[in-house]
């Protein structure tokens, strides 16, 4: 079982759908990271956050340290938006870039 | 501003051959470094980070090195390549956040290398 598990593994949208991918990880992490990767395979930082709720522009990421789960929701989806979202789990030490990755998400958005 | 480059995008190389994948950044001095790979059907993981000019840690027993020559270039290597080593290698430097104790990262394009 992988420690970072993202559902669904696929996901087909209508542009303008309200979209919720869920990340839940079984070990404790310092940080959670939100990634978008594109056909292609180039892949943009969305979110880090360690509590609370972040947003940018129709996105949005919240984090439940207790019940050790994250969300990535957006909003007024768009097919711009077709992407593939990964979440990662920083752990309590080693370097910040030893992340635990969950393996993806893939998100197509319909017109 | 900051921008990372990458290259090659793709590359096809026969089994035994070397490597070599370079990675530059710009706009940033004494950046963290890393290097991951992506195998078909898996998640990331990370193989190499560096904190500074010839400073490499490894976070797994591999047919590849890296090797920093200088503050913004960032070197993944091989003497002789394994049909293993076919995947895609994202170079990504970091810059930490400190309000939450975190480092953002950026991430190259990637090179898709496919060991024949």
């Known amino acids: 079982k992988n420690e970072v598990e993202q559902s669904p593994q696929n996901l087909t949208a209508q542009e303008g759908e309200f979209i919720t991918i869920n990340c839940s990880y079984s070990v404790g992490i310092s940080a959670l990271h939100w990634l978008q990767q594109h056909p292609g395979g180039g892949i943009v930082s969305l979110f880090m956050?360690?509590?609370g709720k972040k947003k940018h522009g129709r996105l949005i990421a919240t984090i439940n340290i207790q019940e050790k789960h994250s969300s990535l929701h957006i909003t007024a989806s768009h097919p711009r938006d077709s992407a593939v979202y990964i979440c990662a789990g920083k752990n309590y030490g080693g370097s910040q870039g030893n992340l635990i990755f969950g393996k993806g998400t893939k998100l197509s958005v319909k017109p | 501003s900051q921008t990372i480059h990458q290259w090659p995008a793709t590359l096809v190389q026969p089994v035994g051959s070397p490597l070599s994948l370079e990675c530059t950044v710009e706009?940033?001095?004494?950046?963290?470094l890393y290097w991951y790979r992506q195998a078909a059907g898996r998640g990331l993981q990370l193989l190499f980070y560096?904190?500074?000019?010839?400073?490499i840690s490894s976070e797994v027993p591999q047919n590849l090195s890296a090797s920093r020559p200088q503050d913004r270039q960032f070197i993944l290597s091989s003497k002789k390549l394994l049909l293993s080593d076919s995947g895609f290698y994202l170079c990504a430097w970091g810059t930490a956040v400190f309000s939450t104790g975190g480092e953002k990262l950026f991430f190259g394009s990637g090179t898709q290398l496919s060991v024949l």
């Open positions: 706009g940033t001095s004494n950046p963290n």
């Open positions: 956050l360690s509590s």
């Open positions: 560096s904190v500074g000019i010839g400073q």
